[in-house]
C-alpha cells in the first residue's frame, strides 16, 4: 500500500516537472533513489534524463563538467535533507550555462505534521535531520546562490489516489487563489543569473623581456 502511495504522489511530481523540460532538453535528477521521479516522466523526455545520486557527487568542486551541463536539473526534496543548502546550490552553479534551468519541489510548511505522520506509519522514508524551509527561505537562498526565480507554483492538495477526487483537487483547485497557500508542494524555476561561474582558476603570465 505504502509503495503504490508514493507512485502516484511520485507520477504527479514528474508530470509538473516534465511540464518544463524542452522536447529536446536534456535533465538531470539529483537526489535519492527512493525519491527518483525520472522513471516516471513521459517517454519522450524521459529518454533524455538521468537519475543522479547524491552519493555519487564529487566531494568538492562542479558537480558538472563544463560543457555538460544538462538543460534542466530537478531537485525533488533535495533542500530538506541537505546540510549546507548554500553551498548545494553554489556548487550547482559552477559551470551553469545560461540557458539551464534549476527545478525545484519542496513541502510546505503547513504540512509538516501530516509529513512526520506519514514518516511514524512507514508511509514516506524518514529524514532524521529534516531542514524546513518557507517560500521565503528558498527563494532568498536562491538569490545569494547566484539564481533568480523564474516561475513558482503551488501544487498538490492531495498527495494520495482517490477516483476522481483526486484529479480535481490537483488539477483544479490547488491552483486558485485562497487554496493554492493550503497545496502540499511548492514548485520553483530559477535560472543563474550574473557572470557564470566556472569550477577552474583563472591563470596568470607574467613575461619578463
Same mark, same amino acid.
Request: proline content about 9%; aromatic content about 10%; glycine content about 4%.
Given at each position: 500500500?505504502?509503495?503504490?502511495?508514493?507512485?502516484?504522489?511520485?507520477?504527479?511530481?514528474?508530470?509538473?516537472?516534465?511540464?518544463?523540460?524542452?522536447?529536446?532538453?536534456s535533465?538531470?535528477?539529483?537526489?535519492?533513489?527512493?525519491?527518483?521521479?525520472?522513471?516516471?516522466?513521459?517517454?519522450?523526455?524521459?529518454?533524455?534524463?538521468?537519475?543522479?545520486?547524491?552519493?555519487t557527487?564529487?566531494?568538492?568542486?562542479?558537480?558538472?563538467?563544463?560543457?555538460?551541463?544538462?538543460?534542466?536539473?530537478?531537485?525533488?526534496?533535495?533542500?530538506?535533507?541537505?546540510?549546507?543548502?548554500?553551498?548545494?546550490?553554489?556548487?550547482?552553479?559552477?559551470? =551553469?550555462?545560461?540557458r539551464?534551468?534549476?527545478?525545484?519541489?519542496?513541502?510546505?510548511?503547513?504540512?509538516?505534521?501530516?509529513?512526520?505522520?506519514a514518516?511514524?506509519?512507514?508511509?514516506?522514508?524518514?529524514?532524521?535531520?529534516?531542514?524546513w524551509?518557507?517560500?521565503?527561505?528558498?527563494?532568498?537562498?536562491?538569490?545569494?546562490?547566484?539564481?533568480?526565480?523564474?516561475?513558482?507554483?503551488?501544487?498538490?492538495? =492531495?498527495?494520495?489516489?482517490?477516483?476522481?477526487?483526486?484529479?480535481?483537487?490537483?488539477?483544479?483547485?490547488?491552483?486558485?487563489?485562497?487554496?493554492?497557500?493550503?497545496?502540499l508542494?511548492h514548485?520553483?524555476?530559477?535560472?543563474?543569473?550574473?557572470?557564470?561561474?566556472?569550477?577552474?582558476?583563472p591563470?596568470?603570465?607574467?613575461?619578463?623581456?
Open positions: 500500500m505504502a509503495r503504490a502511495l508514493r507512485r502516484y504522489f511520485h507520477a504527479l511530481l514528474a508530470r509538473y516537472f516534465a511540464e518544463y523540460i524542452p522536447p529536446a532538453g535533465a538531470a535528477e539529483i537526489g535519492r533513489p527512493s525519491r527518483s521521479v525520472v522513471s516516471l516522466l513521459p517517454s519522450t523526455k524521459r529518454e533524455r534524463a538521468l537519475h543522479v545520486p547524491l552519493s557527487l564529487p566531494a568538492s568542486g562542479a558537480f558538472f563538467a563544463a560543457g555538460a551541463y544538462p538543460d534542466r536539473v530537478i531537485l525533488n526534496g533535495v533542500l530538506h535533507y541537505e546540510r549546507d543548502v548554500q553551498t548545494f546550490l553554489e556548487r550547482l552553479r559552477l559551470n =551553469c550555462p545560461p539551464s534551468r534549476v527545478l525545484l519541489a519542496s513541502y510546505s510548511m503547513l504540512w509538516r505534521p501530516v509529513v512526520q505522520l514518516n511514524w506509519l512507514g508511509l514516506r522514508e524518514a529524514d532524521p535531520d529534516e531542514n524551509l518557507t517560500a521565503a527561505d528558498i527563494d532568498n537562498l536562491l538569490t545569494v546562490s547566484g539564481y533568480q526565480r523564474v516561475v513558482a507554483h503551488a501544487r498538490v492538495l =492531495c498527495p494520495v489516489y482517490i477516483p476522481l477526487i483526486s484529479a480535481f483537487l490537483n488539477r483544479w483547485l490547488a491552483p486558485l487563489p485562497g487554496v493554492r497557500q493550503l497545496a508542494m514548485f520553483v524555476v530559477a535560472r543563474p543569473v550574473g557572470f557564470p561561474p566556472s569550477d577552474t582558476r591563470s596568470v603570465s607574467v613575461v619578463v623581456p
